[in-house]
């Protein structure tokens, strides 16, 4: 049976369900490429959402290729319309994020970017997450290899469940 919603994750439930989508990458210090994207937000009742997101490159024809980056993690509302979210990654990094939500649309910056000996040098993110229409738009720019905060992917997805 589908738990009811916390009421706590009002201000989250546009979220919640599956998305499927495409998206384009790059940055100063690789190839541009698309990609293929599922997103999984889900909640069991208790006060936060639980996320996944799976992705795969995309050839020209728009055919699957090799899985990209997957992250898992949970989004916690706070009084005020404010957000927590952890996020941990298949690449030895995990982000801790603050941010605020309203009006169907929520942005986040990094608090803290942990990595372990062998990860790529992040040092810190902000992303963006809103409805376009129907669809989830998000954005993910990134301080990473010595460079400036700017934008590494971005992504339109359409909901599927
Ligand atoms: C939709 C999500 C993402 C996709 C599809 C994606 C895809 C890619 C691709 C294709 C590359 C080029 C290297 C390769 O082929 O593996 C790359 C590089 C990289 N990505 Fe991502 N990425 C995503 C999210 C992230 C996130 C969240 C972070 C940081 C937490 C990140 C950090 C990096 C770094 C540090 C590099 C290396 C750049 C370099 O070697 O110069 N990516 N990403």
Redesign the pocket.
């Known amino acids: 049976m589908e738990p009811e919603l916390h009421p706590d994750l009002k201000p989250l439930e546009f979220l919640v369900g599956e998305w499927e989508g495409a ?1 384009v ?1 790059g ?1 100063p ?3 541009s ?1 698309r ?1 293929g ?1 599922h997103i999984s937000f889900t909640h069991d009742g208790r006060p936060f959402l639980s996320y996944t ?1 799976r ?1 795969w ?1 995309l050839d020209e024809e728009g055919g699957l290729g090799r899985p ?2 997957v ?1 898992t993690g949970y989004w916690r509302p706070l009084p005020d319309h404010e957000v927590e979210v952890t ?1 941990t ?1 298949s ?1 030895g ?1 995990v ?1 801790i994020y603050l941010g605020n939500v309203a009006f169907n649309r929520v942005e986040l910056r990094t608090d803290m ?1 942990a990595r372990t000996a062998t990860a ?3 040092a810190a ?1 902000h992303r963006l997450y809103g409805l376009i229409g129907e669809d989830l738009g998000w954005a ?1 720019d ?1 301080a ?2 010595g460079k400036p905060l700017q934008s ?2 971005s ?1 339109q997805l359409k909901r599927v469940t």
């Open positions: 998206g990458g940055y210090t690789i190839e490429f990609f994207q997101s992705t490159l990209l980056a992250e996020l990654h690449t990094i982000e970017v790529k040098e992040v993110g993910y990134m990473a290899m590494h992917v992504a």
